[in-house]
Every structure is written in C-alpha cells, then in structure tokens.
C-alpha cells in the first residue's frame, strides 16, 4: 500500500512564525500536491511538483512556498504565518499518469494564534 | 464558479437506507471523474469513471457517469454506521496532473 506520511498531525504556531509542514511518499511517485481543506471551501490546491526540484501553483499559493529536492519529501513552507492560514493541510501523491488516483496522508491540523 | 458541485451538502440516514451523492462537472477539458471517502483522517480513494469505464461497482456502493447530462452519482445500498463520512468528488482535467475537488457531501448514519 501507499504510504503518505505527514510529519505533524497537529501544529500550533504565533503569527509571523516561519512554518515547514513535511511531506514523505514511499511508492516512488512522481507527483505530490499539497491541498488545504477548509469547512464550506472543501479542498483547495496550494503546489503541486510533478518531478524534483520542479513546482506549479495550484488555485491558492499566495502566503506559501514548496521545496522538493529529493523525491519522496515535499515541504510547505509558510514564510510568515497568518491567522487566515489556520486550516486542514493535506499533502498527496500520485504516478506520472495523468489523472492517477491521489493518495492522501492523513493531514496536519495548523492552528495560527 | 465552481467547477465540480455536489449535492446534497449533508444527509442523515438512517442504517439499512439506500442514498445516492450526486456530483456535476464541467465538460471542458474533462478526463475523469472520483469518488473519495473521507473519515476522521485522509480521503480513501473510491472510484475512477472515464470516458472507456462509466460504472463501477464495489460491494454496497456503485457509481456511474452521466457524460451526456455531465454528473455522476455514488450510491450506496444498505448503509451501515461505517459509511458516516464526507464523501468527495474530484475531476481530473485533460493533460492535467491535478484534481478539482467539490466542496463534498456529508453523509451520517444513524442506528
């Protein structure tokens, strides 16, 4: 089975705070996306990478970066984080082929106070 | 405007009722349509409809696609406790690695 792993499953950070939310695949997949989910908003794409060290926004990048320089791990990185970023992050995966069914970790729950 | 719709946004049944989640998408550009369970956690995913497979079935729950009317549902027979959950439909776009996601549907079952 695919393994998707986040590193924290629950995160409380100070606002302006610099944040990495870490993302590791074992399945050897080229893809990885990072999604926010939100009540009423449903799931909304930040980055997605489809090989190393290559990236493309999604709907929603502003206030966030992402590095992935090895292929298993991608990181998102809020620079300073905002109050406005509190939220469900969900990082996934997937193979080259186009529309491959994402495999999802189990989320990390960001709180900014 | 969003691109995938669901409806409806909540449903309480109860055990050993039958629902059906409906789910609308836009044509252009369209590759696929998915189904994704999501409990406490991650979203599992359900199903994969395309253009050469428009039904799939797997044990109480079945989906097709609707290409003419542009919708799917899921429909899910003698629901049990274990299938309160939100469930979510994404379309993958032509020549896209991503998903667009609806805004889901929130299904409880009661004893």
């Known amino acids: 089975d695919v393994k998707v792993t986040q590193s924290s499953r629950y995160l409380v950070k100070r606002t302006g705070e610099k944040v990495f939310l870490e993302c590791v695949q074992d399945?050897?997949?080229?893809?990885m996306f990072w999604y926010r989910q939100d009540p009423g908003l449903g799931l909304r794409l930040i980055y997605f990478?489809?090989?190393?060290?290559?990236?493309e926004k999604g709907d929603i990048p502003e206030g966030y970066s992402v590095s992935r320089e090895k292929k298993e791990r991608f990181s998102l990185i809020l620079e300073s984080a905002s109050t406005n970023q509190t939220s469900m992050y969900l990082c996934?995966?997937?193979?080259?082929?186009?529309?491959?069914?994402?495999?999802f970790g189990n989320g990390t729950r960001l709180t900014v106070t | 405007e969003d691109k995938v719709v669901q409806s409806p946004l909540s449903l309480v049944v109860h055990e050993g009722d039958t629902v059906t989640l409906n789910c609308s998408y836009e044509?252009?550009?369209?590759?696929?349509l998915l189904w994704y369970k999501q409990e406490k956690k991650a979203p599992t995913f359900l199903f994969m409809l395309?253009?050469?497979?428009i039904e799939k079935k797997s044990g109480r729950l079945s989906s097709i696609l609707d290409k003419k009317e542009l919708f799917s549902i899921l429909n899910i027979t003698a629901t049990q406790t274990g299938d309160s959950a939100v469930y979510l439909c994404?379309?993958?776009?032509?020549?896209?690695?991503?998903?667009?996601f609806g805004k889901g549907t929130k299904l409880s079952v009661i004893p």
């Open positions: 044509v252009t550009n369209f590759r696929s």
């Open positions: 996934a995966s997937s193979p080259w082929a186009y529309n491959s069914p994402l495999h």
């Open positions: 395309t253009s050469s497979g």
């Open positions: 990478s489809y090989d190393v060290k290559m990236k």
């Open positions: 994404a379309q993958g776009g032509a020549g896209s690695y991503q998903l667009t």
């Open positions: 399945m050897d997949h080229e893809n």
